[in-house]
């Protein structure tokens, strides 16, 4: 099971070895004609539940616009996408459009959190997200 912090388990013990995690993070796919979502490791391929989000957002580069992914891609954010979690306030945003169409869920890690929220400024229109050189309107967050 992936959680919505990031950790791994199995059979409801904890995958500690950071290397495995890692090939983990890097090998979750949506397997779109069955809905679901997979860890593909070489031959191997087996189907993950997801706490929350299958993916997490590591950095955030506000001077490209762009978000660095747990799965090693990275993609323009898209701000209109931004949300809130349902179980803490963490940022969501939607990735992976060129899969689904309305995009899956990603979940920002505190520190690209942190990055995206110090690109936020107060502007007449409210706030705005200082991305790629030019302000993008913010979602109502509540």
Same mark, same amino acid.
């Given at each position: ?5 990031? +950790? ?31 860890? @593909? ?5 087996? @189907? ?12 955030? %580069? ?6 660095? =992914? #747990? ?6 954010? %898209?701000?209109? #996408?931004?949300? =809130? #979690? ?27 959190? #942190? ?8 502007? +007449? ?15 109502? =967050?509540?």
């Amino acid at each position: 099971m992936l959680h919505r912090d990031g +950790s791994w388990t199995h059979e409801g013990v904890p995958i500690r070895n950071r290397r495995l995690r890692a090939a983990f993070d890097r090998s979750v796919r949506y397997a779109e004609r069955e809905g679901v979502f997979v860890v @593909q490791l070489g031959r191997f391929r087996g @189907q993950i539940e997801v706490e929350e989000a299958a993916f997490f957002v590591r950095l955030f %580069d506000p001077d490209r616009g762009e978000i660095a =992914l #747990s799965d090693g891609t990275r993609e323009r954010l %898209d701000s209109a #996408s931004l949300a =809130l #979690s349902a179980h803490d306030g963490a940022l969501l945003c939607r990735v992976k459009r060129d899969l689904v169409r309305d995009g899956l869920l990603a979940r920002f890690f505190h520190a690209a959190q #942190s990055e995206l929220l110090c690109a936020v400024e107060d502007t +007449s229109a409210g706030p705005q997200l200082r991305m790629g050189g030019a302000l993008h309107p913010l979602p109502p =967050l509540d």
